[in-house]
């Protein structure tokens, strides 16, 4: 899906379902009963990840959740095949370290290079001890870890994103239930992400937070839904 040319980014949702997908493999709520059924009118949905690009050819993966595969497949602008082996994600950042957000990086083990990661530091922690996935990806082909600054500046390194500043937003939200910082919460366990054109002026914001701060007014605003909630995705979309 392309949400805003008018933005100069290429902004592809790749999944918009809450950890389990739309249906959720084991829930029989009337949404998740009636998609299997026929019953309502509603579309399948695999787990929440966006795409985002300005050239068409170079994207930031913006999460990797389980469902990445078949998000690969359904989007071939990720799979360009201009050589034997390539790919048009080139770089990913996990906005927190959920399982349902990061353990699509273990199906990108393939690449031939280490993955540029944008990761805050509390997310790096927990993906190298409670969840070791970089710790595994190590032993495949590795990662080259960038870590996400809280202070307001730009990310540095997106080069292939011309003409958008992004700056990471530490929001509100529970770390994973692997986390020690589940009950004692860490700034950087969960990040929006605001985007600005610096030729249109616009600006998109994604996050998978409960709240986002009230000064927040995007053009574009993108959240994840959850299952039963299909309405919810977004808080205003021109
Ligand atoms: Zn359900």
Same mark, same amino acid.
């Given at each position: 899906?392309?949400?805003?040319?008018?933005?100069? /980014?290429?902004?592809?949702?790749?999944?918009?379902?809450?950890? *389990?997908?739309? %249906?959720?493999? $084991?829930?029989? @709520?009337?949404?998740?009963? *009636?998609?299997?059924?026929?019953?309502? +009118?509603?579309?399948?949905?695999? +787990?929440?990840?966006?795409?985002?690009?300005? $050239?068409?050819?170079?994207?930031?993966?913006? !999460?990797?959740?389980?469902?990445?595969?078949? +998000?690969?497949?359904?989007?071939? &602008?990720? +799979?360009?095949?201009?050589?034997?082996?390539?790919?048009?994600?080139?770089?990913?950042?996990? #906005?927190?370290?959920?399982?349902?957000?990061? =353990?699509?990086?273990?199906?990108?083990?393939?690449?031939?290079?280490?993955?540029?990661?944008? #990761?805050?530091?509390?997310?790096?922690?927990?993906?190298? =001890?409670?969840?070791?996935?970089?710790?595994?990806?190590?032993?495949? @082909?590795?990662?080259?870890?960038?870590?996400?600054?809280?202070?307001?500046?730009?990310?540095?390194?997106?080069?292939?994103?011309?003409?958008?500043? /992004? #700056?990471?937003?530490?929001?509100?939200?529970?770390?994973?239930?692997?986390?020690?910082?589940?009950?004692? %919460?860490?700034?950087?366990?969960?990040?929006?992400?605001? /985007? &600005? !054109?610096? $030729?249109?002026?616009?600006?998109?914001?994604?996050?998978?937070?409960? &709240?986002?701060?009230?000064?927040?007014?995007?053009?574009?605003?993108?959240?994840?839904?959850?299952?039963?909630?299909?309405?919810? @995705?977004?808080?205003?979309?021109?």
């Amino acid at each position: 899906m392309l949400l805003d040319n008018k933005l100069c /980014m290429k902004i592809k949702i790749l999944g918009s379902a809450a950890g *389990g997908g739309f %249906p959720q493999w $084991n829930c029989n @709520c009337p949404n998740c009963k *009636g998609l299997r059924e026929g019953t309502i +009118q509603a579309q399948a949905r695999t +787990q929440s990840s966006i795409a985002i690009s300005t $050239n068409g050819q170079d994207w930031l993966l913006i !999460n990797a959740s389980p469902d990445l595969l078949k +998000q690969i497949r359904d989007n071939p &602008e990720l +799979q360009p095949a201009r050589n034997i082996r390539d790919t048009g994600i080139a770089a990913v950042l996990l #906005t927190d370290a959920q399982v349902d957000h990061v =353990t699509g990086l273990l199906m990108l083990r393939e690449y031939a290079r280490p993955w540029p990661l944008y #990761t805050s530091p509390s997310v790096w922690e927990d993906l190298s =001890t409670g969840f070791p996935i970089v710790s595994i990806l190590s032993h495949y @082909c590795g990662v080259e870890h960038r870590a996400l600054g809280l202070d307001g500046q730009p990310i540095d390194g997106l080069e292939f994103l011309s003409d958008v500043r /992004m #700056t990471a937003v530490p929001l509100k939200s529970k770390a994973p239930p692997y986390s020690p910082n589940r009950d004692k %919460p860490a700034v950087g366990d969960n990040i929006g992400l605001w /985007m &600005e !054109n610096l $030729n249109s002026g616009r600006s998109f914001f994604m996050h998978q937070a409960w &709240e986002i701060p009230k000064s927040t007014s995007p053009d574009i605003c993108v959240k994840r839904m959850w299952c039963w909630w299909m309405a919810r @995705c977004g808080k205003k979309m021109k």
